[in-house]
Every structure is written in structure tokens, then in C-alpha cells.
């Protein structure tokens, strides 16, 4: 089971705070650390020094840091043009000497859109289809050919399709919670699935999909990787989990039902029971960036009884 660092950083983090949890996810033997792709806060949150953008931060962290895998759950498609971002990714996956994995989705938050002069379409979903399409065909076309697209929203003629990522093909994430439309599309261009903030139940009806689509699509289904992101509240003892519960604002026994709280050995026993399901990845969220005290115990008492 690889376990992730996935932060929220819109609800309150400058890039230094930021480049100190990257380095210890590192340092504790993490597999990758991931961010949000947000503009705005969310909740009760100040949000204070304000947003960082999601592909300048990865930038900067993938010449700091030298082992752990970087990304996003998830970039928003309503915030670049698919071939912008195209672009910066490879560029990033080039700084990090291939490194980058990209996760992206159509973009939901319409306030933080109003907030800052974004448009927010109304049809998003088969724009991130077209910007999938787009994207990864720009990243396959070989080098010294061209690549053009004439889709509904995107047009592309006669691109050089440069430049091209370190690692030839980036990983690239589809992820939710929709029956029909998600799961093709996962199928088509992912190579993981990620569902967020899902109980066992729904994460097993919904990777149940997205391996069907990936058959009738023509793949095996054990092709993609299967992942769920899941708030972590750990402690050593019942005082400790409380203590981090009330930092983020959270109860504990709804934590417990729909996240990664509690003792070491709850944490590990639930992991497991995502693991039974087909998980073999988790995403920690991690919403007090400062408590590095945090991920240090879920690497030494969480990870290291995780095979």
C-alpha cells in the first residue's frame, strides 16, 4: 500500500510551509506529495497568506526535493487551456527528472471562479474530455510530427507538441463519484482512479465501474491503479486524536466513520479493509500542515506495518 500526502493549501499555506511538508514526506519515506488545485478557501478557514497556484508550487518543489513523486488531486480543468497545461506539466515533469503525475477534473468551485475572473461553463465535463484527449495526444505525438485537434471547445492546428515530459508518459488521474461518464473516461485515459472521501461501500461499487468500463473499453481492468483520498487524524492515544480533531475542526467519531482516525493499529486495520477492496494507494489529506509531529507518527507507526 503506498501512502500519499495529498494538502489543502488554498484553506491556509505559503509556499515555505508547503516546501516543509514536501520535505518531510520525504525525509519519512512517503511515496509522493500531492496538493489541491484551489483559488479559493473553503469553510470556516481565513485562508491566510492567500492561494498559491498549484503547477508554480510543483515547480518549485520538483527542483527541492529528489525522490517523492509530485501532483495534483485534481487541477482544474476550467483553470488552463489544455495546451498550457501541457505545456507546464512537461515542463515540471522535466525540473523534477520525471517525477510529476497529473490528476485532473472538470473544476466544481464557482465561487472561487467569480473571485478571480475565471469562466465557469456551464458544460465542463466534455471540455476535461476534449482536455484529456488534447493533452495526452500532444505527449505521445512523436517528436518532428504534429499534432492537431478539432473538438467542440478546443481547436489545435499544426502544433509541434513539444515539449515532451522526462518520463515519456505521465501518469495521469481521473477521479469521483459519477456512475456513468466518470468511469468511461477513466477507462479511456487513466492510469489510476482515484475516488475521494468514500466510505468502503462506495469506494467498491465505484472501482467496480471504472474496472468494467476499462474491459468493455478493451483494457485489462487491473491496468489502473485504484486509490482513495481520505482525511488522517492519528493519535498515540484518545487525548492526542481529540487534540488534532479540534485543530482541523473536526469531531472525532465522524472522522473515525468517514476518514483515517484514531490509534495507529484503527488506521492500519482500516486501510486494510480499502486494501480488500482493490486500494493499493492512499491519499493522507492533511489539513494542519504544521504538525509535522503527525506525519512523523503515521510513517513510524501507520506505514511502516503497511506491506
Known amino acids: ?31 509522493a506529495f500531492f496538493r489541491s488545485d484551489h483559488y479559493l478557501r473553503m469553510g470556516d478557514a481565513d485562508g491566510l497568506p492567500g492561494p498559491t497556484d498549484a503547477w508554480i508550487t510543483l515547480a518549485g518543489l520538483a527542483r527541492e526535493t ?42 466544481w468551485f464557482e465561487e472561487e471562479h467569480k473571485a478571480y475572473g475565471i469562466p465557469f461553463p456551464k458544460e465542463k465535463f466534455g471540455r476535461l474530455e476534449e482536455q484529456l484527449a488534447i493533452i495526452t495526444g500532444l505527449w505521445a505525438t512523436a517528436t518532428g510530427e504534429e499534432f492537431s485537434y478539432d473538438g467542440t471547445y478546443y481547436q489545435l492546428e499544426n502544433s509541434p507538441a513539444l515539449p515532451k515530459p522526462a518520463q515519456g508518459k505521465v501518469p495521469v488521474l481521473v477521479g469521483g463519484h459519477g456512475a456513468t461518464r466518470t468511469p468511461r473516461l477513466a477507462a479511456q485515459y487513466a492510469d489510476e482512479f482515484n475516488i475521494p472521501f468514500a466510505s468502503l461501500e462506495d469506494s467498491a461499487r465505484q472501482f467496480g465501474r471504472v474496472r468494467a468500463a476499462a474491459e468493455a473499453a478493451g ?84 506505514q511502516s506495518q503497511l506491506g
Open 219 to 302: 483494457r485489462k481492468g487491473d491496468e489502473l491503479v485504484y486509490s482513495n483520498a481520505l482525511v488522517a487524524c492519528v493519535g498515540r492515544d484518545d487525548a492526542e486524536v481529540a487534540r488534532r480533531a479540534a485543530a482541523i475542526g473536526r469531531e472525532v467519531d465522524e472522522l473515525k466513520a468517514n476518514g483515517l482516525a484514531g490509534s495507529p493499529a484503527e488506521v492500519v486495520d482500516k486501510i486494510g479493509r480499502y486494501a480488500a477492496i482493490g486500494a493499493s494507494r492512499v491519499y493522507l489529506q492533511m489539513l494542519d500542515l504544521d504538525d509535522l509531529d503527525h506525519l512523523e507518527l503515521i510513517s513510524t507507526q501507520v
Open 66 to 107: 529528489r525522490r517523492i513523486r509530485l501532483g495534483t488531486l485534481m487541477t482544474a480543468g476550467t483553470f488552463r487551456l489544455p495546451g498550457v497545461l501541457a505545456i507546464q506539466v512537461a515542463q515540471v515533469d522535466q525540473m523534477s527528472g520525471g517525477r510529476v503525475e497529473l490528476g485532473l477534473g472538470a473544476g
Open 1 to 31: 500500500m503506498d501512502l500519499r500526502i495529498f494538502t489543502e493549501p488554498q484553506q491556509g499555506a505559503s509556499y515555505e510551509t508547503l516546501l516543509k511538508v514536501a520535505k518531510a514526506t520525504e525525509d519519512l519515506g512517503f511515496d
